[in-house]
Structures are given as structure tokens and as C-alpha cells.
């Protein structure tokens, strides 16, 4: 719509070199994804070139376009070619991003590929690829749109796409999930900086990583972890997750009864009376004991194996939306209770609440990856282990434990 309404605005005039920087400035205020068109030819060598302007058409029949420079030098084989293929390009990808926008030289010398079904290059890494046979060619001043219908296509690296805007390459990033962008987690950072030094010598003592979450509205995000060798985390720091039944019960247990009962309406289907009396009764015994288990389970192997994938490719949309699809419907009834000499050895984590001033829980502190086939003395040595550290990062903030209530308010 936008290259409709200013082509018949300015059809009519020469635009001046003036109007060129003007337009192309203001149009670099949009992001575009960035691809590399690739085809054979017809001495059946490999071809490439760099394009900042595709899209999807039609989806039936299915059809993209492209919109080729008229001065392209590479064009002109493509056109020719019985197919090509779209490359989707990751973010870390802007060098092979450069080599196919750069004119003359061996453009596939460097980069690695295997042939589509139709023969066209697939470049190594890409996001994804999208094989088409030329469908229609519409000249539009100065380019071509350039219409392919999609004969086979593919996500090959579910990760960030490289991105165009304003004249620079750059990476996508999902504002909420963002996490400088959430109200108070500065503050939240700054604690879990203080706590690092309790972090990393409860690491060091358990074998086990300690991960540090803060609360943020409706959600709580990683912001530090410490590893028993000091080897980098697998889970990145800023994943946000959904603070919905029944994950979060720590944050929400000594927050009053209007906050969980906020935190129940969170929940990803309306819980029933039952439902909300067992969920008391584990509220209740996180109060009682300062403590809490998670047990591994087909769900929480999924969760941190997706939590782990988000470390490697980063917060893309559809990971962020598994995170909280699996979270939804992790399975409940977890206290101290339940972790028995039968039941030990399938305890994945512990977790216990860092108090501020107030008596708010402003971190939660986790032994997360416990092996399994634990103990039940070994469960509770790391419990007791998490539940002093925990004191004495409450204690350094300034904090205080609320008074222990059989059932809030």
C-alpha cells in the first residue's frame, strides 16, 4: 500500500537527489527482514543476491514477491532460472548478508549450501528458505516485483532474523519480554547483583546451578545465575515467564489475598473450587516451610529444554509462546511434603523466597538441574543449604520474613 500511494504521488515529477535522501530516509524508519535470492542458471552456476524488500503474496494459491533492483547485475540470472529460493537470514548472518550485496567475486565461496528440492542454493544457517518457480514480473519505476509461487518451504533455525533499519543491520527483540523494559526489574538487577557472591559459593558447595528470579506484574524474569564451575549458563538472562498457576506460587504466597487471587484469574483455563483449595493448601505449606519443590516431569523437561533453546537462539515469539503453553499446564500438587524417600529422586529443583524491607519477596532463589535419583537426605542438605543463603541475602538487602500464617488473608 505505502509504494502504491507514493509511486502516484510522485510518478508525475523527476525527483531530485534531494527527494531521494528524503525518501529514503523516512522509509528506512520501517524494518524490513533481510533475504538472500538464490537460483542456478543456466550455465548451472550458483547465484545469489541480497534483497531488503520480500513478502508473502498470497497464500492460495501460495505466492511471494521480491522487489529487484532494475540496475541488478544478478537479477537478470535469476530471471532467467527455472526456480529459486528465498533465505531467510539469522541475525548473526549480516556477513553473508554483506558478501551477496557486494558486487563481482565468488558470493558462494565462503558460504555453505545444499540444494532445494527445486536445485536452487539453500544457505547454511538460515532462518528459514522458501522455494518458488517464477510466477509474474511487474516493472514499478526503479525495481522490479518479482512474483514466485511456493512450490516447497521450511524453518531450518528457529532463531532471530537479521533486520534493515535506518541504514544499520540489527536483531529483533520482543518489547515485553524485553528485559530493560519492565517497570522495577533495575532495582530487582541490583539486588541479584548483591546476591551473587551467596549464589556462587551455594553453587560451588551443592553442585547444583542457583538461578535468581525477580517478579515483574504479571510475569517473572531470570536476572542472574552462578554455575558450579563458572562455565555460562544454559538459560539466558531476561527470559520471561508467565506468572499464572501454578508457577510463581513463591512470589505470591506472602503477597496477601487480592494479589493471588490475581494470580489465579492468570491462570490459562478458570480454576474450580478444588482446584483453588489445593492450591491454597500448597501456598500455605510454602508459607509454613519457606520452601518449595519441582519435580521432573515430560512438562518441566520441556520447559527447560525450551528455556535452554531460548538461551541458543534467543526470546523468539514462538519459543516465549511454548514457555507459557507448557507453564499453563505444568502439573500441580508440589509441597514439601510430597518429597518423600520414594519421590526424592525426581525432585529437578528447589526454590525459596528472598525478603526486601517490606517483607515482599523480591527474589527467588533456585538449585535448578538437581540429577536425578537424589536422595532424601540429599534433598534436604540442599534445601538447608538454599534456605541459609536465602537468609543471608535477606538479611544483606535489609529484609525481614513475614510471620508465619496457616492461611493468608
Keep these: 500500500m505505502v509504494i502504491c500511494i507514493i509511486y502516484y504521488i510522485m510518478s508525475d515529477t523527476v525527483v531530485s537527489p534531494e527527494d531521494a535522501r528524503r525518501f529514503r530516509s523516512v522509509m528506512g524508519h520501517f524494518p524490513t527482514g ?26 492460495d494459491p501460495p505466492l511471494v514477491a521480491f522487489l529487484p533492483d532494475r540496475s541488478s547485475t544478478t537479477f537478470p540470472r535469476i530471471r532467467e532460472a ?18 551477496f550485496a557486494s558486487r563481482g567475486a565468488d558470493k558462494f565461496a565462503t558460504v555453505g549450501w545444499r540444494p532445494a528440492p527445486s536445485g536452487a542454493p539453500i544457505l547454511d544457517g538460515v532462518v528459514a528458505w522458501i522455494d518458488c518457480r517464477p510466477d509474474t514480473l511487474h516493472e514499478a519505476g526503479d525495481h522490479f516485483i518479482c512474483v514466485g509461487r511456493v512450490t516447497d518451504l521450511a524453518v531450518e533455525n528457529p532463531t532471530l532474523p537479521l ?3 535506518q541504514g544499520g543491520y540489527g536483531a ?6 524485553v528485559i530493560g523494559a519492565r517497570p522495577g526489574l533495575t532495582e530487582h538487577i541490583v539486588r541479584a547483583d548483591r546476591a551473587r557472591d551467596e549464589m556462587e559459593s551455594l553453587a560451588a558447595r551443592t553442585g547444583v546451578e542457583v538461578l535468581a528470579l525477580a517478579p515483574a506484574d504479571d510475569a517473572f524474569v531470570l536476572v542472574a545465575s552462578a554455575s558450579p564451575d563458572g562455565t555460562p549458563s544454559p538459560h539466558r538472562i531476561g527470559v520471561s515467564m508467565p506468572m499464572a498457576p501454578p508457577a510463581g506460587r513463591v512470589f505470591v ?8 487471587e490475581q494470580w489465579y484469574q ?17 501456598l500455605d505449606a510454602v508459607r509454613e516451610h519457606g520452601w518449595t519443590p519441582a519435580f521432573s516431569s515430560e512438562r518441566m523437561d520441556d520447559l527447560w529444554h525450551t528455556i535452554g533453546r531460548i538461551g541458543e537462539v534467543g526470546q523468539t515469539p514462538s519459543l516465549v ?11 500441580r500438587h508440589s509441597t514439601p511434603a510430597d518429597v518423600t524417600e520414594d519421590t ?13 524491607p517490606n517483607g515482599d519477596v523480591v527474589l527467588k532463589l533456585s538449585l535448578t538441574g538437581i540429577p536425578a535419583g537424589a536422595t532424601l537426605e540429599r534433598i534436604h542438605n540442599l534445601r538447608d543449604e538454599l534456605l541459609a543463603a536465602c537468609a543471608r541475602v535477606t538479611t544483606a538487602l535489609g529484609g525481614q520474613r513475614p510471620p508465619v500464617a496457616s492461611r493468608m488473608n
Design 266 to 282: 492468570r491462570s490459562h483455563e478458570p480454576l474450580t473450587a478444588e482446584e483453588r483449595r489445593a492450591l491454597d493448601e500448597e
Design 321 to 331: 509462546r511454548h514457555v507459557a503453553e507448557v507453564i499453563s499446564h505444568l502439573e
Design 253 to 260: 504466597a506472602w503477597a496477601g489475598r487480592e494479589r493471588i
Design 34 to 59: 533481510v533475504c538472500v535470492v538464490t537460483a542456478v542458471d543456466a550455465d548451472g552456476t550458483p547465484v545469489g543476491m541480497a534483497v531488503g524488500s520480500f513478502t508473502s503474496v498470497s497464500l
Design 172 to 177: 529483533f527483540s520482543l518489547g515485553s519480554l
Design 163 to 165: 533486520l534493515f533499519f
Design 344 to 356: 526424592a529422586g525426581s525432585v529437578q529443583a528447589v526454590m525459596a523466597p528472598v525478603f526486601g
Design 82 to 99: 527455472a526456480s529459486f529460493c528465498v533465505n531467510v537470514l539469522s541475525a548473526d548472518q549480516e556477513p553473508v548478508c554483506r558478501t
